[in-house]
């Protein structure tokens, strides 16, 4: 586990976390393997990678949705883990999801007023004119208005739909959201408004977020620091600046040479990865990467590399930097 200086304490401490699928025959799916990483309030971390690393299981088991195989994570000095049921339901209060597509999250017989207040009347925290009046401002923070109110999901577009479930993850005040990939199902004129959208009320509400997303150009705009998963591993942490501008990694920079750039002619070499994705079923030994990385050598085969920290506040995974 590695130390970031800062002045305040983490918000969230996540420890050694891993989450295994029995798969049958006695083999384990290692969808999340010993992910240690804080977030500080008010802070985005970006956490990104091919689709099938374990993104959206890290940041749902996180929250508990999943039930963890191993690890610990703290929220405000609190193990999750350990809370009871009945302590977990309060603190759905404070930790809530943005999903990743809008219309599937969202209960089709469902008017969008239900859909907004059904966190309120679950934690009994609004009745009447009251709850009505608390809807209506959560769409208008959202961007939209009491007109929508007895609307229903397939009456709007993709935007939209996601600035209702946006709407809903806000009904109850939530301190941490988890945004998972909450605009890769959008069209890309959309995105960018859902993305400032994001950014507008993180500074409004003073929310801190774990954005999970496979676009890193999005990651860069919204997020402070970046994190980078392959197979269920951690393989860099930087901060937005510095990984954009500086990646260490090898699948790191295949990632980020595949970003589209504006310039028609600009000689930024695409790094092409070779072979497929391996089975996080049976993955390989050592270094995970190993398989499709240009510099894999001997030692990456035999031993699996150690987390450190390359440069002030730059940590990878690598055999490159001894």
């Known amino acids: ?164 479930g946006i709407a809903r993850a806000l009904a109850l005040n939530p301190k941490f959201i988890v945004c998972d990939e909450p605009i890769s199902a959008l069209d890309v004129s959309i995105q960018a408004q859902i993305v400032n959208l994001l950014k507008e009320l993180q500074e409004k509400l003073g929310l801190t977020y774990l954005f999970i997303a496979h676009d890193l150009s999005m990651v860069k705009y919204i997020s402070d620091r970046i994190l980078v998963m392959y197979l269920g591993h951690m393989v860099e942490l930087a901060s937005s600046e510095a990984l954009c501008n500086d990646p260490l990694h090898p699948y790191s920079q295949a990632l980020l040479s595949a970003v589209p750039v504006p310039e028609p002619h600009s000689k930024r070499e695409k790094i092409e990865l070779n072979g497929e994705i391996p089975s996080p079923i049976d993955p390989p030994s050592g270094c995970v990467f190993r398989t499709r990385c240009k510099h894999a050598a001997s030692i990456c085969t035999e031993k699996q590399p150690e987390w450190k920290e390359v440069k002030k506040g730059h940590f990878t995974a690598c055999h490159l930097y001894k």
């Open 1 to 164: 586990m590695y130390t970031l200086i800062k002045k305040d304490e983490p918000f969230i401490s996540i420890h050694h976390l891993s989450k295994y699928y029995h798969s049958g025959k006695g083999r384990q799916v290692k969808a999340v393997n010993n992910l240690s990483f804080d977030i500080y309030p008010g802070e985005t971390v970006g956490l990104v990678g091919e689709s099938g690393c374990g993104k959206s299981t890290a940041g749902k088991t996180i929250l508990r949705l999943h039930e963890p195989t191993r690890g610990e994570v703290f929220y405000k000095g609190r193990n999750i883990f350990d809370l009871s049921r009945k302590s977990l339901v309060g603190l759905r209060k404070e930790m809530q999801i943005i999903f990743q597509d809008p219309y599937s999250s969202l209960n089709p017989r469902m008017t969008v007023e239900d859909l907004i207040g059904e966190p309120l009347d679950i934690h009994k925290t609004h009745k009447g004119k009251q709850r009505k009046d608390r809807i209506i401002q959560l769409l208008e923070l959202v961007g939209l208005n009491h007109d929508h109110l007895n609307r229903y999901p397939h009456e709007f577009s993709g935007g939209q739909r996601q600035r209702i």
